[in-house]
Every structure is written in C-alpha cells, then in structure tokens.
Nanobody, 127 residues
Framework: QVQLVESGGGLVQAGGSLRLSCAAS????????MGWFRQAPGKERAFVAA????????TYVDSVKGRFTISRDNAKNMVYLQMNSLKPEDTAVYYC????????????????????WGQGTQVTVSS
C-alpha cells in the first residue's frame, strides 16, 4: 500500500508556472506507475499526465502537451508536475495517483488503473 500527499498548488496569473509535488510513502515506490489527474468545478476528474515505473515513458493529455512535464525521483519517492504557461482553464484540483499493476514501461490514462490517490491540491489560474 502507498500513501500519497500532494503539495505545490496555489494561485498564479495566466502565463505563470507552478510545480506540483507528490510524496509517496513506502519502500516500493518504483513498482508504481504514477499519474496526475485534475477536476475542475462542475466537471469530472480528467487525466493530465502519467509516467512509467522506470520514468522512461510519459504521456500527456493534448491540452497540456508542451506546457506540462511529469517527472519522478524513485530515490526520493517523489513525482512532480512542472506546469508552465498556465491558462485559466487549467484551474482545478490536481490529484496524484499510483498504478500498482503497470509493467515497467507502461503508462495508463484511464483512472480505472489507479489504485491509490492523494487528497488533491488546488491550482487556480487568474486571467
């Protein structure tokens, strides 16, 4: 089992940047593929980015490609989401999630595959 705690959210102007962090408990962090999801007010939770267990594979939703970067540090049990050129439509609660069933280079975009979730961190982008 793994526990996830997000941090780094906040209020930023459009065009600005934020870096979200997700700290994972446990000794087997490298056995989980990791993902970031977000939920905007009145909308369903949606996929943002994912990274494989090895860190070699990443994938992004089209709307954030070229602006967001997901990365991980298995030695520190951390996963990050660097968000640049933020837009008001990026406003949401951002969740970190762990996928225990992924193969070493596999990434999933469907929340169905993610077993563990953090509590979320609010990101607000003002226009």
């Amino acid at each position: 089992q793994v526990q996830l705690v997000e941090s780094g959210g906040g209020l930023v102007q459009a065009g600005g940047s934020l870096r979200l962090s997700c700290a994972a408990s446990g000794r087997t962090f490298s056995s989980y593929a990791m993902g970031w999801f977000r939920q905007a007010p009145g909308k369903e939770r949606a996929f943002v980015a994912a990274i494989s267990r090895s860190g070699a594979s990443t994938t992004y939703v089209d709307s954030v490609k070229g602006r967001f970067t997901i990365s991980r540090d298995n030695a520190k049990n951390m996963v990050y989401l660097q968000m640049n050129s933020l837009k008001p439509e990026d406003t949401a609660v951002y969740y970190c999630a762990a996928d225990s069933g992924a193969r070493i280079h596999t990434v999933h975009t469907d929340s169905y595959y993610y077993d563990y979730w953090g509590q979320g961190t609010q990101v607000t982008v003002s226009s």
